[in-house]
């Protein structure tokens, strides 16, 4: 029995041992290891077994692993799997590579279909979310810059800003040329309400894009579909391209993730006017005094003597030599409550220049997310809050974002789900844009180009605090403290400041009926609705050249999808493959708006209601608009061996801004590629190869209200109402634009994944352009829509990457991007080689020409001779005999992106640098700047070594570089003394070509360094599954920077306006910050 009992004891004893040697817990964390975010639905395996499990939402694992066991797998799809020994570890975290042969394996595209990348047979570029919102830029769209090929983000400075997304070049001459916008299947606008005049560089508001309202940490995807076989089934908005957004979708179990962050900005002093200090207040020496001619004179402080006082209602720097011995009455002496109120006070330059009028920006981003889900169904809510504090007094921009989605299979053939996004902007004070002198709503107009260099910002600010006066430098004159032109700044920024708001809301509905395991159709409802208002005020008290006024825009937009698709695959034998779709799209349009505003000044002083308004207010502007396009579209797709793919795709659009007879279009595609790299899987050396081709065509509709005659309405004359024609006539004879493009490409891959590229060819043409022509003013029009012309883009797109080094522990990876578009005009109209686009302050046009790029810049050029510039007799530069000659292309050259991606274990490193070659812009800053003597190069020594800004007899003035009308070296010498009301550089006395800048930049775009923190540390916290903190930086420095004191990139506004235009520009903004990534 004793014998028994130790045997028993002993066979236990050995079987508990084995238990819990088979019981051994391995746990973990997987990341991304370019971003540092945990990935869910890793497989991780036991080498040799078929014990595994997947990653949490998460990117967390617990796996019970044998003892026997020695080496876990960790694969994921686009990503490069990595095998990891046991040893005696407990945990085990590991960071994955992007696997960039697979990255994307599976693609969405047009419609929302998803594809396998071996069969594409154009264009797309997948970019993860992660690697969009690291640097928690406000804008998501801000953050496609630089790393896409082909695409082109156009950003703006400014608070909230707006920007233009264009793909392959511009297209349609006075049409939409941004890309169409997806948010899970759900088109949306990217709009704004940027006024013409805005965007002409003529003042107003920036309102920024609407399409920026989605909530940047609800993205799990962007794809950028380029070609028009790619867009081809969008029909008549495909011609820009689309950007499909898709979004973060729930996963078994339930996870909570939290994202917290802040940055700090401070502008970049470089991209800033550095102002001269040798001459103060001025237009040279036309002042009363008899000793000093640079100033006037009289008795301002009642001592029975004269005293000096500078030209006060000047905005210029073309007076005296600063002299601190010399006392002056200067603005501060006739603003009431300020210390030098009624004192002279030493002429020297200000110690706190306008560089000290901008403050730090400071944003912070807060999201919050749950998901979950089972085998029927999942859900996801989430919460996003951005308060974005601008670099300028009393700037404020919040959103507050709330989306949901969910789906739920009702049975195992039917399967519903819906998604909503609401969306809350609210702004205040945003910017100011262009040149807006009386209104004062931009103070880089004066900073940049209309200042006194003797005038102290820290001043104005203690006489605006002071008595919340508008305390100006610009006076009237003496013993008046009321401003002649230019307001006191903070004035502007705290009396004459807009707020607007936004209320978005989008989303979709849909059921998805599986029919056969090959066949299944989907039906789908999407909306997207917004209601926008925004109001605008000039204070009473502002200069006298301003009426106090109060104005009030309103706007609601609609626009319902309803879809019907049916989607088939199937493999017809065990080498050829169908699948494809046919179905119809119903879209709703519905645009209103109404503007009011007061008329004559306001009755109460700071009571902003129409009913203030002082004359009968103006009548209220309104324009309702609505476009209804149906369309039928199929495609198809036949594969070979998963090697071979040809497809086909056709749509037919019928809009209702088109005339009833015309009002249907077809828009075809054709393309294949062949995947060779199957043929050769016995070549180590080639990981992957593909060559595709493709033809198609695609549209832009005709705009609403130019097909029909429409009345205007104008002010009514006394008490009899008025309706007018309006100035161009419409066409009924209108057909869309129509773009024809052929691409090719090849995408090659070697050495396991090492290296690899991408790289396209692509030609588009874009016909039946839609523009108003001139008509004899004897027809009652000025001009009328037509269908004519053409302007062709070619392009070369090239997408690189190397992994210098890939281990366990370290990965390095180099992605890069390159893009030559090259654009012409090739026809216009009959008769007609030159359309106008805008007219810009400066004697500067921004044109469609013949032979030239789109958006070619006109104005007055130089006069050469045997290459060299011709001077004057009064040593300026001659001027060409008209001022409708080119002088600037603001298209680039070329475009590119490179990104550098370091990981080591947890930690993980990001830098993008943004290059643009090439490109012109006219700086209207710069035309003043230098014209009334603010810039260092308006003063100093000439090659004489005298003072530029004394008499020429007494050898001072400037001697330019060039030749003689004769053909001589010049040796004439150019008045610089003011006296004329300018310097010698500026606008005044120079040809436009002279302030036409390189607008070429190398950009440290964004810097992000990140750590997750290892499982071992995670594990004895509790309840949080991980942890990451981030490190970001944006915008950090540019380099190889041609235009002096500015931002080359800096965009009056988003739209065909504008473009190689620079007017009241504000400089970068340098931007640190931290994130704190939770996961629960």
């Given at each position: 029995?004793?014998?028994?009992?130790?045997?028993?004891?002993l066979?236990?004893?050995?079987?508990?041992?084995?238990?819990?040697?088979?019981?051994?817990?391995?746990?973990?964390?997987?990341?991304?290891r370019?971003?540092?975010?945990?990935?869910?639905?890793?497989t991780?395996?036991?080498?040799?077994t078929?014990?595994?499990?997947?990653?949490?939402?998460?990117g967390?694992?617990?796996?019970?692993?044998?003892?026997?066991?020695?080496?876990?797998?960790f694969?994921?799809?686009?990503y490069?799997?990595?095998?990891?020994?046991?040893g005696?570890?407990?945990?085990?975290?590991?960071g994955?590579?992007?696997?960039?042969?697979?990255l994307?394996?599976?693609?969405?595209?047009?419609?929302?279909?998803?594809?396998?990348?071996?069969?594409l047979?154009?264009?797309?570029?997948?970019?993860?979310?992660g690697?969009?919102?690291?640097?928690?830029?406000p804008?998501?769209?801000?953050?496609?810059?630089?790393k896409?090929?082909?695409?082109?983000?156009?950003?703006?400075?400014?608070?909230?800003?707006?920007?233009?997304?264009?793909?392959?070049?511009?297209?349609?001459?006075?049409?939409n040329?941004?890309?169409?916008?997806?948010?899970?299947?759900?088109?949306?606008?990217?709009?704004?309400?940027?006024?013409?005049?805005?965007?002409?560089?003529?003042?107003g508001?920036?309102?920024?894009?609407?399409?920026?309202?989605?909530?940047?940490d609800?993205?799990?995807?962007?794809?950028?579909?380029k070609?028009?076989?790619?867009?081809?089934?969008?029909?008549?908005?495909?011609?820009?391209g689309?950007?499909?957004?898709?979004?973060?979708?729930?996963?078994?179990?339930?996870g909570?993730?939290?994202?917290?962050?802040?940055?700090?900005?401070?502008?970049?002093?470089?991209?800033f006017i550095?102002?001269?200090?040798?001459?103060g207040a001025?237009y040279?020496?036309?002042?009363?005094?008899?000793?000093?001619?640079?100033?006037?004179?009289?008795?301002?402080?009642?001592?029975?003597?004269?005293?000096?006082?500078?030209?006060?209602d000047?905005?210029a720097?073309?007076g005296?030599?600063?002299n601190?011995?010399?006392r002056?009455?200067?603005?501060?002496?006739?603003?009431?409550?300020?210390?030098?109120?009624g004192?002279?006070?030493?002429?020297?330059?200000?110690e706190?220049?306008?560089?000290?009028?901008?403050?730090?920006?400071?944003?912070?981003?807060?999201?919050?997310?749950?998901?979950?889900?089972?085998?029927?169904?999942?859900?996801?809510?989430?919460?996003?809050?951005v308060?974005?504090?601008?670099?300028?007094?009393?700037?404020?921009?919040?959103?507050?974002?709330?989306?949901?989605?969910?789906?739920?299979?009702?049975?195992p053939?039917?399967?519903?789900?819906?998604?909503?996004?609401?969306?809350?902007?609210?702004?205040?004070?945003?910017?100011?844009?262009?040149?807006?002198?009386?209104?004062?709503?931009?103070?880089?107009?004066?900073?940049?180009?209309?200042?006194?260099?003797?005038?102290?910002?820290?001043?104005?600010?203690?006489?605006?605090?002071?008595?919340?006066?508008?305390?100006?430098?610009?006076?009237n004159?003496?013993g008046?403290?009321?401003?002649?032109?230019?307001?006191?700044?903070?004035?502007?920024?705290?009396?004459n400041?807009?707020?607007?708001?936004?209320?978005?809301?989008?989303?979709?509905?849909?059921?998805?009926?599986?029919?056969t395991?090959?066949?299944?159709?989907?039906?789908?409802?999407?909306?997207?609705?917004?209601?926008?208002?925004?109001?605008?005020?000039?204070?009473?008290?502002?200069?006298?050249?301003?009426?106090?006024?109060?104005?009030?825009?309103?706007?609601t937009?609609?626009?319902?999808?309803?879809?019907?698709?049916?989607n088939?695959?199937?493999?017809?034998?065990?080498?050829?493959?169908?699948?494809?779709?046919?179905?119809v799209?119903?879209?709703?349009?519905?645009?209103?708006?109404?503007?009011?505003?007061?008329?004559?000044?306001?009755?109460?002083?700071?009571?902003y209601?129409?009913?203030?308004?002082?004359?009968?207010?103006?009548?209220?502007?309104?324009?309702?608009?609505?476009?209804?396009v149906?369309?039928?579209?199929?495609?198809?797709?036949?594969?070979?061996?998963?090697?071979?793919?040809?497809?086909?795709?056709?749509?037919?659009?019928?809009?209702?801004t088109?005339?009833?007879?015309?009002n249907a279009?077809i828009?075809?595609?054709?393309?294949?590629?062949?995947?060779?790299?199957?043929?050769m899987?016995?070549?180590?050396?080639?990981?992957?190869?593909?060559?595709?081709?493709?033809?198609?065509?695609?549209?832009?509709?005709?705009?609403?209200?130019?097909?029909?005659?429409?009345?205007?309405?104008?002010?009514?004359?006394?008490?009899?109402?008025?309706?007018?024609?309006?100035?161009?006539?419409?066409?009924?004879?209108?057909?869309?634009?129509?773009?024809?493009?052929?691409?090719?490409?090849?995408?090659?891959?070697?050495?396991?994944?090492?290296?690899?590229?991408?790289?396209t060819?692509?030609?588009?043409?874009?016909?039946?352009?839609?523009?108003?022509?001139?008509?004899s003013?004897?027809t009652?029009?000025?001009?009328?829509f037509?269908?004519?012309?053409?302007?062709?883009?070619?392009?070369?797109?090239?997408?690189?990457?190397?992994?210098?080094?890939?281990t366990?522990?370290?990965?390095?990876?180099?992605?890069?991007?390159?893009?030559?578009?090259?654009?012409?005009v090739?026809?216009?109209?009959?008769?007609?080689?030159?359309?106008?686009?805008?007219?810009?302050?400066?004697?500067?046009?921004?044109?469609?020409?013949?032979?030239?790029?789109?958006?070619?810049?006109r104005?007055?050029?130089?006069?050469?001779?045997?290459?060299?510039?011709?001077?004057?007799e009064?040593?300026?530069y001659?001027?060409?005999?008209?001022?409708?000659?080119?002088?600037?292309?603001?298209?680039?050259?070329?475009?590119?992106?490179?990104?550098?991606?370091?990981?080591?274990?947890?930690?993980?490193?990001?830098?993008l640098?943004?290059?643009?070659?090439?490109?012109?812009?006219?700086?209207?800053?710069?035309?003043?700047?230098?014209?009334?003597?603010?810039?260092?190069?308006?003063?100093?020594?000439?090659?004489?070594?005298?003072?530029?800004?004394?008499?020429?007899?007494d050898?001072?003035?400037v001697?330019?570089p060039?030749?003689?009308v004769?053909?001589?070296?010049?040796?004439?010498?150019?008045?610089?003394?003011g006296?004329?009301?300018?310097?010698?550089?500026?606008?005044?006395?120079?040809?436009a070509a002279?302030?036409?800048?390189?607008?070429?930049?190398?950009?440290?775009?964004?810097?992000?360094?990140?750590?997750?923190?290892?499982?071992?540390?995670?594990?004895?916290?509790?309840?949080?599954?991980?942890?990451?903190?981030?490190?970001?930086?944006?915008?950090?420095?540019?380099?190889?920077?041609?235009?002096?004191?500015?931002?080359?990139?800096?965009?009056?506004?988003?739209?065909?306006?504008?473009?190689?235009?620079?007017?009241?520009a504000?400089?970068s903004?340098?931007?640190?910050?931290?994130?704190?990534?939770?996961?629960?």
């Amino acid at each position: 029995m004793k014998k028994l009992l130790f045997v028993v004891i002993l066979l236990m004893t050995s079987l508990l041992q084995q238990a819990i040697a088979q019981d051994r817990a391995i746990s973990g964390r997987v990341t991304d290891r370019s971003t540092g975010q945990g990935l869910p639905g890793v497989t991780v395996l036991v080498k040799g077994t078929t014990i595994g499990a997947s990653t949490n939402s998460d990117g967390t694992y617990t796996l019970s692993v044998p003892a026997s066991a020695t080496t876990l797998s960790f694969t994921s799809i686009g990503y490069i799997s990595v095998d990891r020994p046991i040893g005696t570890a407990s945990t085990i975290d590991i960071g994955l590579g992007v696997d960039s042969k697979q990255l994307g394996e599976v693609v969405v595209t047009a419609l929302g279909v998803e594809r396998t990348r071996n069969s594409l047979a154009y264009s797309a570029a997948q970019v993860e979310g992660g690697e969009i919102t690291k640097a928690r830029n406000p804008n998501f769209i801000n953050g496609l810059s630089g790393k896409v090929a082909g695409l082109t983000v156009r950003q703006s400075n400014t608070l909230g800003g707006s920007s233009n997304v264009v793909i392959r070049g511009t297209k349609s001459i006075t049409g939409n040329n941004q890309a169409l916008f997806v948010v899970d299947g759900v088109p949306i606008s990217n709009s704004n309400t940027n006024t013409a005049g805005q965007q002409r560089g003529t003042g107003g508001y920036d309102y920024g894009n609407a399409g920026a309202d989605v909530n940047p940490d609800d993205i799990a995807t962007m794809t950028v579909l380029k070609g028009a076989a790619a867009t081809a089934l969008y029909g008549e908005r495909a011609a820009n391209g689309v950007i499909l957004i898709t979004t973060k979708k729930g996963r078994k179990g339930l996870g909570v993730t939290i994202n917290s962050g802040v940055t700090a900005g401070r502008i970049n002093k470089d991209t800033f006017i550095k102002h001269q200090k040798e001459y103060g207040a001025g237009y040279g020496r036309v002042g009363d005094s008899a000793t000093d001619p640079y100033f006037n004179e009289a008795d301002l402080d009642g001592d029975g003597k004269k005293d000096l006082y500078p030209q006060l209602d000047a905005d210029a720097s073309m007076g005296a030599r600063f002299n601190p011995n010399l006392r002056v009455f200067q603005w501060s002496a006739f603003s009431p409550g300020n210390p030098n109120f009624g004192k002279a006070t030493p002429w020297v330059a200000a110690e706190n220049g306008p560089d000290t009028f901008f403050e730090t920006a400071i944003t912070t981003n807060n999201s919050f997310s749950i998901d979950g889900g089972n085998d029927n169904g999942y859900f996801k809510l989430g919460y996003n809050n951005v308060v974005d504090k601008g670099v300028l007094p009393n700037s404020r921009v919040g959103k507050n974002i709330v989306n949901f989605a969910g789906s739920l299979n009702l049975t195992p053939k039917l399967t519903t789900s819906a998604s909503v996004n609401f969306t809350r902007v609210d702004g205040k004070g945003r910017y100011g844009t262009g040149y807006d002198g009386a209104n004062g709503s931009n103070p880089m107009t004066m900073f940049r180009q209309w200042w006194q260099t003797n005038v102290d910002i820290k001043e104005q600010k203690a006489a605006y605090d002071y008595q919340g006066l508008n305390a100006g430098w610009n006076l009237n004159g003496p013993g008046t403290s009321s401003s002649f032109y230019w307001n006191n700044p903070y004035w502007t920024r705290n009396r004459n400041f807009q707020n607007d708001e936004r209320f978005r809301t989008f989303g979709n509905v849909a059921a998805t009926y599986k029919v056969t395991d090959w066949f299944n159709v989907l039906g789908r409802v999407t909306l997207d609705t917004y209601d926008e208002m925004q109001e605008e005020r000039i204070a009473v008290g502002s200069n006298t050249t301003s009426i106090p006024s109060y104005t009030r825009f309103n706007r609601t937009a609609r626009e319902a999808n309803y879809d019907l698709i049916g989607n088939f695959s199937k493999n017809v034998t065990e080498t050829v493959s169908l699948r494809g779709l046919v179905g119809v799209n119903v879209r709703r349009e519905a645009f209103k708006s109404i503007r009011a505003t007061t008329n004559g000044g306001l009755v109460v002083p700071d009571l902003y209601t129409i009913g203030n308004s002082l004359n009968p207010a103006n009548p209220p502007v309104e324009n309702e608009q609505r476009r209804g396009v149906d369309g039928i579209f199929a495609s198809a797709t036949i594969g070979f061996r998963d090697m071979i793919f040809v497809d086909a795709t056709v749509r037919r659009d019928k809009s209702t801004t088109l005339p009833q007879k015309k009002n249907a279009f077809i828009y075809p595609s054709v393309a294949a590629n062949f995947v060779f790299s199957e043929l050769m899987k016995d070549a180590t050396w080639l990981s992957y190869g593909k060559v595709r081709a493709n033809y198609a065509e695609v549209g832009q509709g005709a705009p609403i209200q130019s097909v029909f005659d429409v009345y205007d309405k104008p002010t009514a004359f006394g008490s009899i109402p008025l309706f007018s024609v309006p100035g161009t006539k419409n066409n009924v004879d209108l057909v869309p634009e129509r773009t024809k493009a052929i691409e090719a490409g090849v995408e090659m891959a070697f050495l396991q994944n090492r290296f690899g590229f991408d790289a396209t060819v692509y030609q588009q043409r874009t016909l039946d352009q839609i523009f108003a022509v001139e008509l004899s003013t004897a027809t009652g029009y000025n001009s009328r829509f037509v269908n004519s012309g053409e302007v062709r883009n070619r392009g070369v797109e090239l997408t690189a990457f190397v992994t210098p080094v890939r281990t366990d522990a370290f990965n390095w990876t180099i992605n890069a991007n390159w893009t030559k578009n090259q654009n012409k005009v090739i026809s216009l109209y009959q008769g007609t080689d030159n359309i106008v686009l805008g007219s810009y302050q400066g004697g500067v046009t921004s044109n469609a020409t013949v032979g030239q790029p789109y958006g070619s810049l006109r104005g007055s050029n130089f006069v050469y001779k045997n290459g060299q510039k011709v001077v004057g007799e009064d040593g300026q530069y001659l001027r060409s005999a008209t001022a409708n000659e080119v002088i600037g292309n603001p298209t680039p050259d070329w475009n590119g992106g490179i990104t550098n991606s370091f990981s080591y274990k947890g930690l993980s490193l990001s830098v993008l640098f943004d290059i643009r070659q090439g490109g012109d812009v006219f700086s209207l800053d710069r035309a003043y700047g230098l014209d009334t003597g603010m810039t260092e190069e308006t003063v100093g020594n000439n090659d004489k070594g005298n003072p530029t800004r004394s008499d020429v007899a007494d050898g001072g003035g400037v001697k330019f570089p060039g030749v003689k009308v004769d053909g001589s070296p010049n040796d004439v010498y150019a008045d610089n003394t003011g006296d004329s009301g300018h310097t010698a550089f500026g606008i005044s006395t120079n040809p436009a070509a002279a302030f036409v800048y390189d607008a070429s930049f190398v950009k440290l775009r964004e810097l992000t360094l990140s750590y997750s923190l290892p499982q071992s540390i995670m594990s004895k916290v509790g309840a949080v599954k991980g942890a990451e903190i981030s490190l970001v930086g944006r915008n950090l420095f540019i380099f190889n920077n041609n235009l002096p004191g500015a931002d080359p990139e800096d965009a009056l506004s988003s739209g065909n306006l504008g473009q190689g235009y620079s007017s009241g520009a504000y400089p970068s903004v340098r931007t640190v910050g931290a994130n704190l990534r939770l996961s629960f």
